[in-house]
């Protein structure tokens, strides 16, 4: 069997070397990196599988731009939803490949730990359970795979829990306390479920690893991305700047535009994820405590 990991940025990496323990795992990016088995961008996609590690708003014009399916079996390790379009990952990797060559990595996974083997758990979610299968079983024994048929939930979860990870480095930035950091985070979750289950998703996924565990983790750690841009947010510093110091993808940032546009479409109750779009585009984030406390 031949693999490859498409995107070498953090979590690209981390997969690489998660996956390299137990088969040989090649890795090509836009830039060449002194990687071990970095390859050409042709010699990856001839690979029989493949694991998209991309941010998610650059996945459409990357599949537009460079991708030709061959059969190969694909796992999509991106977590974000498409703004403007409004799409999920996978209707737009759909465009591409036929849905049974189609799986999504979710769960509660920084690629700093995952480098240093520390444990860790994730949901591989297909609706072919043969494939979900076959990638649980390229991982080693310190990431514990499970495999569910919810890809609409994994997908609403790894996107929505990075904008309530914003929402909670606000709380924290603001030094509204662990009351409020832990309430905040359990509407999240509610609400999170509440937009999930309008797009046709499973109740039990919100309450696993995809979601309250993501959820947990992104939002109580100063590891996250999201976390780190909602704190400086709330501690004054502009959006562009506090990107351009972060150096990687927080992908909250887009998603949040997308769920608000979907929310809004759709007519569904999101308050917080609607007030951290306000956020981003200038909206004090203390007027935003106030109006999220003062809601119904
Ligand atoms: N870092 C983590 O802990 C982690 C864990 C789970 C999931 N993810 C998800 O994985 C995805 C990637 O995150 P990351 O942490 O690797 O981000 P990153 O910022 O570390 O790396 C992103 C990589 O994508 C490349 N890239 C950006 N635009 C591109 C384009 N147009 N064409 C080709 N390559 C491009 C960059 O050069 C960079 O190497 C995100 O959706 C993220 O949410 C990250
Ligand atoms: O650093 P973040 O906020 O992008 O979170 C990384 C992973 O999604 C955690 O599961």
Redesign the pocket.
């Known amino acids: 069997m031949s693999i490859a990991v498409i ?6 990496q ?1 997969l690489q070397f998660a996956l390299s323990k137990n088969v040989t795992c090649k890795i090509t ?3 060449r990196k002194s990687l071990e088995n970095f390859v050409s961008l042709e010699e990856a996609l001839a690979c029989e599988y493949l694991v998209f ?4 708003q ?1 996945v459409r ?2 599949l537009d731009e460079h991708f030709q399916f061959l059969g190969q079996k694909i796992l999509v ?4 939803i498409e703004k403007g379009s409004g799409a999920f990952l996978n209707e737009i990797f759909a465009a591409y490949i036929p849905e049974e060559n189609l799986s999504f990595l979710s769960g509660p ?4 730990e995952v480098m240093q083997g520390l444990p860790t758990a994730v949901v591989i979610n297909s609706s072919n359970e043969g494939l979900a299968k076959e990638f649980a079983s390229f991982f080693p024994s310190f990431m514990k795979t499970y495999t569910s048929n919810d890809v609409i939930g994994a997908e609403v979860c ?1 996107a929505y829990k ?1 904008v309530l990870a914003i929402a909670s480095g606000i709380c924290d930035g603001l030094k509204l306390g662990n009351n409020a950091r832990a309430s905040l985070i359990a509407r999240g979750l509610v609400e999170m479920h509440r937009f999930g289950k309008y797009f046709g998703a499973t109740d039990e996924t919100f309450l696993g690893l995809s979601g309250a565990g993501d959820l947990f983790l992104t939002a109580s750690s100063t590891l996250s ?1 999201n976390y780190r841009v909602g704190f400086f947010l709330a501690e004054g510093k502009k959006l562009d700047a506090i990107l351009e110091a972060l150096g ?2 927080a ?1 909250g940032v887009f998603t949040s535009e997308a769920i608000f546009e979907l929310s809004s479409k759709h007519g569904i109750y999101t308050p917080i994820a609607h007030e951290i779009a306000l956020i981003l585009k200038g909206k004090n984030p203390k007027e935003s405590v106030k109006d999220l406390l003062a809601d119904s």
């Open positions: 995107g070498a940025g953090k979590w690209g981390a990016s836009r830039q590690a991309l941010p998610a650059v014009t990357w390790a991106a977590k974000g996974s920084f690629a700093s790894g990075n991305r990687e993808v992908e």
